[in-house]
């Protein structure tokens, strides 16, 4: 199994849409969550890090579910500038090895929206 | 644009050739990372250093080797690289390496092994 698993897509959505992405980790002791953004032959840049209580950022909402080892992430009223790959990253809490704090990444979700 | 800088942003070796790849941070972080990026794979952690130490080698071939003289350098050089091992190279920097730190990314090197 993965350890971070999401849906690859690719989604296409209109613009004025709302899309949702889902992704779930494997390891229970992960302890922080976080979406990235990657546009087309660019460097990932942090979209949002997710909250156990959920968290929202203008269109974008952030969820997380550690019971069931999944995150999510909504976006509203979608923007032609919103096409990318979504990235769902974990790292592990692991506290006193190497793996505390490292990044796992999702093999991520495209996203395109159009017209 | 980005505090995290790579050199060069393309780079074409033959499979004897010896190279290295450049890595600067301008922000004033202490810990560094090398990732490769694969086309329709995950992200893949190479190697973490923190305060210049490393701290993690995910079980990465000798061929690749790094380099931190500073907290705010990080080099990888190249030696007798197979071509699988083409893919985009991301280095990335974070406050420290706890969990919750986020980390930024540079551009990347997009290499080519003929």
């Known amino acids: 199994r993965k350890e971070v698993e999401q849906d690859p897509g690719p989604f296409n959505v209109p613009e004025g849409a709302t899309v949702a992405f889902n992704c779930t980790y494997s390891?229970?002791?992960?302890?922080?969550f976080f979406w990235y953004r990657q546009d087309c032959r660019k460097e990932p840049k942090l979209l949002m890090s997710?909250?156990?209580s959920g968290n929202e950022d203008g269109r974008f909402t952030a969820q997380l579910n550690r019971a069931s080892q999944y995150i999510s992430l909504l976006i509203r009223d979608s923007k032609l500038s919103d096409s990318a790959t979504y990235l769902c990253v974990v790292t592990a809490g692991n506290a006193g090895g190497t793996s505390y704090g490292k990044l796992t990444f999702g093999q991520g979700t495209i996203l395109t929206v159009h017209p | 644009e980005t505090g995290v800088t790579q050199t060069p942003r393309h780079l074409v070796m033959g499979m004897t050739n010896k190279k290295s790849l450049k890595c600067e941070q301008h922000l004033g972080h202490n810990a560094m990372y090398w990732y490769k990026q694969s086309a329709k794979k995950p992200l893949e952690l190479m190697f973490v250093?923190?305060?210049?130490?490393?701290?993690e080698n995910n079980s990465v071939p000798s061929r690749f080797s790094p380099e931190c003289p500073n907290s705010s350098h990080l080099f990888l050089h190249l030696h007798t690289l197979q071509p699988e091992d083409s893919a985009l190279y991301l280095c990335a920097s974070s406050f420290g390496t706890g969990s919750g730190q986020p980390q930024h990314f540079g551009d990347g090197t997009r290499l080519s092994i003929l």
């Open positions: 997710v909250y156990s």
């Open positions: 250093y923190n305060f210049k130490e490393q701290t």
């Open positions: 390891n229970s002791a992960s302890q922080s």
